[in-house]
């Protein structure tokens, strides 16, 4: 069972930092493709930023410049570095994981689509 792990989220004041780590469980996985996203009440949920496993990255034009996806290939993580936070950046951060993993009774890879259950993040002085 694959399961998507987040952590890194807390309070920062305006202008501080925090890095989000985003990390598939189990066995064998590859991520081919991660997506970080924001939810906040009443509106939609955004794109954040994304990266691919060849290391195309894209970012939503409110954290250009500020935010930075990246991927481990030894830790099989995904991070989310957030520099020069603001109060509008607050909410809760959810990773989209697009990967494979090895199935262990028929040893096929098998492709999944998860997503991790959220860590928060509060700017505010």
């Known amino acids: 069972q694959i399961q998507v792990v987040e952590s890194g989220g807390g309070l920062v004041q305006p202008g501080g930092s925090l890095r989000l780590s985003c990390v598939p469980s189990g066995v064998d996985t590859i991520i081919l493709a991660v997506g970080w996203y924001r939810q906040t009440p009443g509106k939609q949920r955004e794109l954040v930023a994304g990266?691919?496993?060849?290391?195309?990255?894209n970012y939503a034009d409110s954290v250009k410049g500020r935010f930075t996806i990246s991927h481990d290939n030894a830790k099989n993580t995904v991070y989310l570095q957030m520099n020069n936070l603001k109060p509008e950046d607050t909410g809760v951060y959810l990773c989209n994981v697009e990967g494979t993993y090895s199935d262990y009774e028929t040893a096929l890879r098998v492709g999944y689509d998860l997503w991790g259950q959220g860590t928060q993040v509060t700017v505010s002085s």
């Open positions: 990266i691919t496993q060849g290391g195309s990255t």
